[in-house]
């Protein structure tokens, strides 16, 4: 058998496509019309996918979506519904229900007592109506968070069914009980939760109320139609008999007793006054007074919270209410933050958890009195606050934590035109309802929405500085200058910048640093890294590395990402201060960040970060202290593998640079397949040792050093047999496919590397055939890729010349260094003659018939393609075809396209 002669020049020249000059590339967006030219200057319109996508593609879809979702025809009101609800399921996570609830006598008849059905009898009503009190006497009874909400369901079941049976006053008499268990503020942490559950009720009872009016006003009792209400209905158009029945539901609510279940179903049905009168604010005005009998400051608080919720259905949007509501706040906040032992409800001395309970009710207040725009101007002056929102006041003291969400609603605008007046409220209104810090902190947020539109800059600074200054806490102090961190960068205030690092230093020296203020702490040095474009501005900074050494932990670690991050974004790092200064970022990066666990996206983040900092590091000229640096990153990296590949791809780099210098650098190269040689072996990826192996065999090459060359190939061999016994049970497809890839990569290689006078020439392929037979494992599918790829290697290995050579003038190919050399041709037709048998002997094995079909075939192909023909070669194919055909069937086409090819081969055409 003798493989077939080729000419490698000839074959490229046949099948290299004919080039064309163009003024630009096809793909430039300057291209005219976007147009690719064929070999005939034919210009035929193209699209690029990846220039832009199709305006089908780009129309906002949601859009549509959404205006379906939120017709124009609803009434405003369902927006200020769907915000309530909204505002409720965050009320009811924010403070946490305890499991066991602590309930009054009169709360637990309502909870633990049998359920009502029909109307309840009169002495029983009254008795519970007035008996509140003496209740309390009894004491306190026990019952279940989940009880106590499982029973509120059925109460709200219990009034729907009522109500859908025509037992409206069992409807309402069990509203009552519900709105009675608002009086119990017992357990202060569930009261949120019970408000939300019982104003659910209020709210649906409200609901049928006003459904049930608006019937008996456009319909008769026969069910004929009288007439239809608009939106914007006045009481004149509404019939006598439904402002009769309006009448009768606000005297039967009138009647009860007890002031807080009297001013929840009030308030409920309130929307009904419209029934009545055009004009309800007094009525609104009236219910805002009589909330100022409710004796318990959380009860009246949530009271009120409940009002502005049922004002926000009305038509009429005056905000007097509104404004009345929170200046009772106001007067109530300033007596419980004033006394120090006074009993408030349920609250014994514990007044910051009664603030804090009472706390969500001020921030709704505050975004119901500027959420109109057109109204701020107006709001301000009736709040107090100033003249207009140019003129406001900045020496009235208010309570701190109604100044805080005050502050929060004021637009923007608002907030930077009156900055030091603003400043000038917060510091004279401290007191412990809430932290000042945090108002501090608030105004900073808001002048950093509006951060280009401040005009008295330096005195801001100034202020916020002395007054942050003042705060003995560090985790308040930094909290504060975090703030304004983004004013000062933006304005360049380098003064305030010094000021500022300087005192964070001393008072870091002086104190032990929390978890809490190295956040803080983070926030304003990842500001500072990312302000500025060139590293080198931050590190000069002074007190910056100090202050960064101080720091540990996540905060550290968060912070040298960032760095890194920042510094890496240009093409190259040559400083080689700015490179020692990163060196020790990346390596506390490395230390702090535990990559045995390699799941954690934030340990792929740093060894990316890493990776990309090592490949920016350039050295210029001086190659030797850049191998050097590699040295210094392969020690002080140790846990970070994929970065080991990097440094060896930097190895080789350094190596290549130095051969293209032309200059007497072999030492230089020497050292530099040494270090690849001592880092490959610590890869723990054996395929990813014979890819690096490899690479640095061909480095080795190109450098003349052909002894180091064998050394490297037998690593890579070791590295092979090693992929296959260790990891072989385990491989998936595509990791076997991966292995036959790097099997094949390894015989192209061959190519490159004269052969071994001592173990011979096909000493490498010899190895991998053995390789093959030792391993049960590899399937007859991966056996005859690999023996294809053995037999292309014999086919060229048989050429008068390669297609390709290493580029050193030292290193002679094969087919110079062994050409009539008898003893080569001797084994390699023997070596050929074992890997043709060992496919002819493999493809039966193969247990799929399909697989095998195609195995056959492929055989063919790759025999036919580089044997010449001959009768036993005739033979073999013949026998393979036969396999196919058994296998697959004479119409596959697969089949087809090899029979045609083998033909044409017998016939002696030329097959390339």
Not at 272 to 296: E, Q, S, T, Y
Not at 497 to 509: K, M, N, Q
Not at 549 to 555: A, L, N, W
């Amino acid at each position: 058998m003798e493989f077939k002669a080729r000419d490698y020049r000839a074959e490229e020249e046949i099948h290299s496509l004919t080039r064309v000059s163009v003024s630009s590339h096809p793909l430039c967006s300057s291209s005219s019309s976007s147009s690719s030219h064929t070999q005939d200057h034919v210009s035929v319109e193209f699209f690029d996918p990846l220039r832009g996508l199709s305006t089908e593609i780009m129309e906002p879809v949601e859009d549509v979506v959404v205006a379906e979702k939120h017709p124009a025809s609803q009434p405003t009101s369902h927006l200020s519904t769907k915000e309530w609800t909204s505002f409720n399921k965050l009320l009811m996570q924010r403070f946490p229900v305890p499991k066991m609830i602590s309930v009054s006598a009169l709360s637990s008849k309502t909870i633990k007592g049998k359920k009502v059905i029909g109307e309840l009898p009169a002495k029983t009503q009254l008795d519970e109506l007035n008996d509140s009190e003496k209740s309390t006497e009894k004491g306190f009874k026990i019952v279940s968070q989940q009880d106590y909400i499982k029973r509120l369901h059925e109460l709200k079941d219990e009034i729907m069914r009522s109500w859908r049976s025509d037992d409206r006053a069992t409807s309402l008499k069990l509203s009552i009980k519900v709105a009675m268990l608002l009086m119990d503020t017992c357990v202060a942490q569930f009261y949120p939760t019970l408000f939300v559950l019982a104003t659910d009720i209020m709210d649906m009872l409200g609901d049928m109320v006003w459904v049930r009016i608006r019937e008996k006003a456009e319909f008769a009792d026969d069910g004929t139609k009288i007439c239809t209400l608009s939106d914007d209905f006045e009481a004149n158009s509404v019939c006598l008999e439904a402002k009769e029945t309006c009448n009768n539901w606000f005297r039967k609510i009138a009647s009860i007793h007890e002031l807080l279940p009297r001013i929840y179903l009030e308030l409920a049905i309130f929307p009904c006054w419209r029934f009545l009168r055009n004009d309800v604010i007094d009525n609104l005005m009236r219910m805002v007074m009589m909330i100022r009998g409710i004796a318990d400051p959380l009860a009246s608080a949530y009271c009120r919270f409940f009002l502005i919720h049922c004002a926000q259905k009305l038509p009429q949007r005056d905000a007097g209410h509104l404004v009345t509501c929170i200046s009772d706040q106001k007067i109530l906040l300033r007596q419980i933050v004033s006394m120090k032992e006074t009993k408030y409800g349920n609250f014994l001395g514990d007044h910051k958890l009664l603030i804090s309970l009472m706390e969500p009710t001020i921030e709704y207040t505050m975004r119901c009195i500027f959420k109109d725009p057109n109204q701020v101007a107006d709001m301000i002056v009736r709040l107090e606050l100033g003249k207009s929102p140019s003129e406001l006041h900045g020496k009235v003291p208010w309570i701190s934590i109604i100044l805080h969400y005050l502050l929060k609603e004021l637009p923007t605008e608002v907030v930077c035109s009156n900055a030091l007046e603003i400043l000038h409220l917060v510091d004279c209104s401290s007191d412990f309802s809430f932290d000042q810090y945090l108002n501090y902190k608030m105004v900073g947020l808001k002048l950093c929405e509006g951060i280009d539109q401040l005009n008295t800059v330096d005195a801001v600074i100034d202020e916020v500085i002395q007054a942050a200054t003042k705060r003995k806490i560090l985790d308040e102090y930094l909290k504060i200058l975090d703030a304004y961190m983004d004013i000062i960068l933006h304005y360049n205030m380098d003064r305030s910048l010094s000021s500022i690092l300087s005192e964070i230093f001393e008072r870091l020296c002086n104190e032990v640093v929390t978890e809490d203020e190295l956040a803080s702490l983070q926030s304003i040095v990842v500001k500072l890294v990312t302000h500025f474009d060139d590293m080198k501005y931050v590190f000069d900074l002074n007190y910056f590395v100090d202050i960064l050494d101080v720091m540990h932990g996540s905060s550290r670690s968060i912070v040298c990402m960032h760095i890194l991050t920042n510094a890496t974004r240009n093409d190259r790092i040559d400083d080689l201060t700015i490179v020692k200064l990163l060196f020790d970022v990346a390596q506390s990066l490395h230390d702090n960040v535990d990559f045995s666990n390699t799941r954690q996206d934030d340990n792929q983040q740093a060894e990316r970060l890493v990776a990309r900092f090592v490949d920016k590091v350039d050295h210029g000229m001086e190659l030797d202290r850049h191998l050097t640096f590699l040295v210094e990153c392969r020690g002080a990296f140790s846990s970070m593998n994929d970065l080991k590949e990097i440094l060896v791809h930097s190895s080789n780099l350094l190596a290549i640079r130095a051969l293209r210098e032309k200059k007497n650098n072999l030492n230089f190269i020497k050292s530099c397949i040494t270090f690849n040689e001592v880092t490959i072996p610590c890869i723990p990826s054996y395929a990813r040792q014979l890819i690096l192996y490899l690479e640095t065999a061909e480095v080795s090459l190109f450098g003349g050093l052909i002894s180091h060359s064998d050394g490297l190939l037998d690593s890579a061999l070791c590295c092979l047999q090693n992929v296959y016994l260790v990891d072989g049970l385990r491989k998936s497809n595509e990791d076997a496919d991966g292995i036959v890839s790097l099997t094949r990569k390894l015989c192209s290689f061959m190519l490159l590397v004269p052969g071994n006078l001592e173990q011979g020439a096909m000493y490498i392929p010899k190895s991998i055939l053995s390789l093959l037979d030792s391993q049960s494992w590899i399937t007859p599918k991966l056996r005859i890729r690999i023996l294809c790829s053995l037999l292309s290697l014999s086919a060229t290995f048989a050429q008068n010349e390669f297609p390709y050579h290493a580029i050193h003038e030292e290193v002679i190919g094969n087919d110079r260094l062994f050409l009539g050399d008898a003893t080569y041709s001797q084994e390699l037709r023997s070596l050929s003659r074992v890997i043709l048998d060992n496919m002819v002997d493999i493809i039966p094995q193969e247990p799929s018939q399909v697989t095998r079909g195609k195995l056959a075939l492929e055989a063919c192909n790759c025999i036919t393609s580089f044997y010449k023909v001959n009768d036993e070669i005739s033979s073999i194919c013949s026998k393979l075809m036969e396999t196919a055909i058994s296998c697959l069937g004479g119409g596959d086409k697969y089949l087809q396209s090899t029979i045609n090819f083998v033909h044409k081969h017998q016939l002696g055409e030329n097959d390339y």
